[in-house]
């Protein structure tokens, strides 16, 4: 049983490059998440997809995109990455919004330089 | 908007005292209350789970309190060990404090 996975785990882009980081699950959750951790500070939320089909902004949406592929995928794409945007960047799930546990991936190590 | 507070950022206890953690939170309309442990260069490991109707959490050596109505949760790790060093999170519904630094020395 693998959790959340997340690919990569280390990425290193210019400023203006593209990407997308992957999020799975493999729990039959509903909801999942996109974080992201700076150093000295809790997480902040990006975006979440409460339900197959729905996405929503979180605390800091700018710069990002969402895609919830399916039930069990959920994709974080930076159109034009930014030195800002330096972070470790974590996905989550949880069996639903609320009131339930949320579960992490292992992250993605991301350096735009 | 629900702001979460964890005070200290960082503490320091020999090994065999009792941790407590502290977070607090500013409005008192929850679902849950989660807190985590994060190891260095990791991701974050779920530890417990408070419900809004629930008081208290237990497993093993982790007891989690909740008191909705001065907007606070308490961590406690009894009998600490050099293993349980680490950074201590706690997040109401999706809004995470900045975490406490633990360090149990031998």
């Known amino acids: 049983n693998a959790g959340v996975t997340q690919t990569p785990k280390f990425q290193v882009l210019k400023t203006g490059q593209s990407m997308t980081l992957q999020c799975a699950q493999d729990m039959n959750h509903n909801s999942m998440y996109w974080y992201r951790q700076d150093p000295g500070m809790g997480l902040r939320l990006i975006y979440y997809?409460?339900?197959?089909?729905?996405?929503d902004k979180g605390e800091v949406p700018n710069g990002y995109n969402v895609s919830r592929l399916n039930k069990r995928e959920f994709s974080l794409r930076l159109e034009s990455a930014a030195p800002s945007q330096t972070s470790v960047y974590f996905c989550a799930s949880s069996e639903a919004l609320h009131p339930y546990e949320q579960y992490f991936g292992p992250g993605t190590r991301l350096t735009v330089t | 908007k629900q702001e979460v507070t964890q005070i200290p950022a960082a503490l320091s206890v020999p090994e065999g005292e009792n941790l407590v953690l502290n977070c607090s939170f500013t409005?008192?309309?929850?679902?849950?209350l989660q807190w985590f442990r994060q190891d260095p260069g990791k991701g974050l490991t779920s530890l417990l789970l408070i419900q809004s109707s629930q008081r208290e959490q237990t497993s093993g050596r982790l007891n989690a309190s909740l008191d909705k109505s001065s907007g606070r949760s308490t961590l406690y790790i009894a009998a600490s060990q050099p293993g349980d060093s680490a950074t201590y999170l706690c997040a109401v519904e999706l809004q995470f404090g900045a975490g406490t630094q633990v360090v149990v020395t031998p």
């Open positions: 409005d008192s309309a929850i679902y849950n």
């Open positions: 997809s409460a339900s197959e089909g729905t996405t």
